[in-house]
């Protein structure tokens, strides 16, 4: 079993950045789709971002497009999000999950298809 740590979460005012990283540990997840969610105050779970095993494809939210960027070191065990140009909106509690892949590019945009999950990291946008 794979378990993930969130840490670089915090306080930044709009416009400002911040770099999310998840570190996995239990065994190696170079085989895994990994994925970033968030879920702000009173709203559900929404996908972010999502990487494949190699790292090779990335998909992402329309809300995020273009200020956001996944990637992932598999020799480090970590997958990382960085964040530009953020918005009060984008405040929320983010997770880092993961899915074993079997080294196919289907990449969910729905949670209920990663199997593990970290426990979070805050990130808040102040206006």
């Known amino acids: 079993q794979v378990q993930l740590v969130e840490s670089g979460g915090g306080l930044v005012q709009a416009g400002g950045s911040l770099r999310l990283s998840c570190a996995a540990s239990?065994?190696?997840?170079?085989?895994?789709?990994m994925g970033w969610f968030r879920q702000g105050p009173g709203k559900e779970r929404e996908f972010v971002s999502a990487?494949?095993?190699?790292?090779?494809?990335?998909v992402y939210a329309d809300s995020v497009k273009g200020r956001f960027t996944i990637s992932r070191d598999n020799a480090e065990n970590t997958v990382y999000l960085q964040m530009t140009s953020l918005q009060p909106e984008d405040t929320a509690v983010y997770y880092c999950?993961?899915?074993?892949?079997?080294?196919?590019?289907?990449?969910?945009?729905?949670?209920?298809?990663?199997?593990?999950w970290g426990q979070g990291t805050q990130v808040t946008v102040s206006s």
């Open positions: 999950a993961g899915v074993y892949s079997g080294r196919s590019y289907h990449m969910s945009r729905k949670h209920q298809e990663y199997r593990y």
């Open positions: 239990g065994r190696t997840f170079s085989g895994d789709v």
């Open positions: 990487i494949s095993w190699s790292g090779g494809t990335t």
